[in-house]
């Protein structure tokens, strides 16, 4: 493990009070899942661009909206249980191709520390050798060192191998560096967060070695994550390619909280602890697009229609149905079961 550390005097004495410091409290643990809205390259680049002191950023909903989840589990419930203890798996991958091979079910494994968030293993499964394969990094990837406060800069290598029977190995090594280059607050629809904002450069290289061929492919890619501490996980992030300096994002999202409602009583953010996809949930919604009416397949408690602005449209109770005088365009429909888990889906009405 090689890691150098520098962090930065850049801060004047009058936004001291401001700015927010990250620890291990932050990062995700044993079954935490991340509601995630996809959003389009052009408002990131816009976003990414607010670096330094006292910014805010800006993520709202979109025309070109699409939803995604990152579940974190205990390595002990994943296919590699047998390998790692006291680690937290996250799935990268449920199938991808290479050459003559099918990867499967790749998972990453974190564990935190007091002073930093780290990658400690990965495993897989390839199409041709039924066992499970892992693997811890020789070489752990620190992802996040604590205590990350703004102008900190971090520099770590990280390597891993692991051997395929009667094929070869598996090889990934690498190093990211990374700097604190932002502090401010981010606008999430309609909840607001003190956030840092991290840019990572990660060049690496992932190769697998065999008797027949070799497969290698080393890739670059620039990461940009928004923490806060006031919630558990990256609130937003971003990831891409810079060409010609020029930051192309491949990936970007924003962690989705359910609205605030005018009558719930609280206040800050309780309540708003992510919500799942409609489809993920069990619910058929139909027909969509719509010209006036949607029906769904069982009842639900709580129906709500939500402008792109986070304002409420219709809301119905006990209904399987929703009638609808709103004018045509894109819309957010949040189902709410009699359990109270609350469910999306974006729908479009003509």
Same mark, same amino acid.
Request: proline share 3%; aromatic share 12%.
């Given at each position: 493990?090689?890691?150098?550390?520098?962090?930065?005097?850049?801060? !004047?004495?009058?936004?001291?009070?401001?700015?927010? +410091?990250?620890?291990?409290?932050?990062? &995700?643990?044993?079954?935490?899942?991340?509601?995630?809205?996809?959003?389009?390259?052009?408002?990131?680049?816009?976003?990414?661009?607010?670096?330094?002191?006292?910014?805010?950023?800006?993520?709202?909903?979109?025309?070109?909206?699409?939803?995604?989840?990152?579940?974190?589990? %205990? %390595?002990?419930? +994943?296919?590699?249980?047998?390998?790692?203890?006291?680690? !937290?798996?996250?799935?990268?991958?449920?199938?991808?191709?290479?050459?003559?091979?099918?990867?499967?079910?790749?998972?990453?494994?974190?564990?935190?520390?007091?002073?930093?968030?780290?990658?400690?293993?990965?495993?897989?499964?390839?199409?041709?050798?039924?066992?499970?394969?892992?693997?811890?990094?020789?070489?752990?990837?620190?992802?996040?060192?604590? &205590?990350?406060?703004?102008?900190?800069?971090?520099?770590?290598?990280?390597?891993?191998?692991?051997?395929?029977?009667?094929?070869?190995?598996?090889?990934?090594?690498?190093?990211?560096?990374?700097?604190?280059?932002?502090?401010?607050?981010?606008?999430?629809?309609?909840?607001?967060?003190?956030?840092?904002?991290?840019?990572?450069? !990660?060049?690496?290289?992932?190769?697998?070695?065999?008797?027949?061929?070799?497969?290698?492919?080393?890739?670059?890619? !620039?990461?940009?994550?928004?923490?806060?501490?006031?919630?558990?996980?990256?609130?937003?992030?971003? +990831?891409?390619?810079?060409?010609?300096?020029?930051?192309? &994002?491949?990936?970007?999202?924003?962690?989705?909280?359910? &609205?605030?409602?005018?009558?719930?009583?609280?206040?800050?953010?309780?309540?708003?602890?992510?919500?799942?996809?409609?489809?993920?949930?069990?619910?058929?919604?139909?027909?969509?697009?719509?010209?006036?009416?949607?029906?769904?397949?069982?009842?639900?408690?709580?129906?709500?229609?939500?402008?792109?602005?986070?304002?409420?449209?219709?809301?119905?109770?006990?209904?399987? %149905?929703?009638?609808?005088?709103?004018?045509?365009?894109?819309?957010?429909?949040?189902?709410?079961?009699?359990?109270?888990?609350? %469910?999306?889906?974006?729908?479009?009405?003509?």
């Amino acid at each position: 493990m090689k890691t150098i550390a520098l962090t930065l005097s850049l801060l !004047v004495a009058s936004y001291a009070s401001a700015q927010i +410091t990250i620890t291990k409290a932050t990062m &995700p643990a044993a079954n935490d899942t991340f509601n995630y809205v996809n959003i389009g390259p052009v408002k990131m680049n816009q976003q990414i661009q607010k670096q330094g002191g006292n910014q805010q950023w800006q993520f709202g909903l979109s025309d070109s909206l699409t939803s995604s989840e990152a579940v974190y589990k %205990s %390595s002990l419930k +994943t296919p590699y249980a047998f390998y790692f203890f006291n680690t !937290v798996g996250l799935l990268l991958s449920e199938s991808a191709g290479m050459g003559q091979f099918s990867v499967q079910d790749m998972y990453q494994f974190y564990s935190t520390t007091n002073s930093a968030y780290k990658a400690e293993g990965i495993g897989f499964k390839i199409s041709i050798t039924p066992a499970p394969l892992a693997g811890f990094y020789q070489d752990e990837d620190e992802i996040f060192n604590f &205590p990350l406060t703004y102008g900190r800069r971090d520099s770590t290598t990280f390597q891993v191998s692991i051997n395929i029977p009667l094929i070869g190995s598996y090889k990934q090594s690498g190093y990211r560096i990374s700097e604190v280059v932002g502090w401010g607050e981010a606008v999430l629809v309609t909840d607001t967060f003190d956030c840092l904002l991290v840019r990572s450069y !990660v060049n690496s290289a992932d190769s697998i070695f065999s008797q027949l061929v070799n497969y290698g492919f080393p890739t670059e890619r !620039v990461e940009y994550k928004w923490l806060s501490n006031a919630h558990k996980g990256v609130l937003v992030e971003s +990831t891409g390619t810079e060409v010609a300096g020029q930051f192309v &994002p491949t990936l970007s999202r924003f962690h989705y909280f359910a &609205p605030k409602q005018a009558n719930n009583g609280g206040g800050g953010n309780g309540g708003n602890t992510g919500i799942q996809t409609a489809e993920s949930a069990g619910w058929l919604i139909y027909p969509n697009p719509t010209r006036g009416e949607v029906f769904f397949n069982k009842t639900a408690a709580k129906a709500e229609l939500y402008a792109m602005d986070g304002k409420v449209m219709t809301t119905e109770v006990n209904t399987t %149905s929703l009638n609808l005088s709103v004018a045509g365009g894109v819309y957010m429909l949040h189902l709410t079961d009699e359990n109270g888990v609350r %469910s999306i889906q974006k729908l479009v009405v003509r």
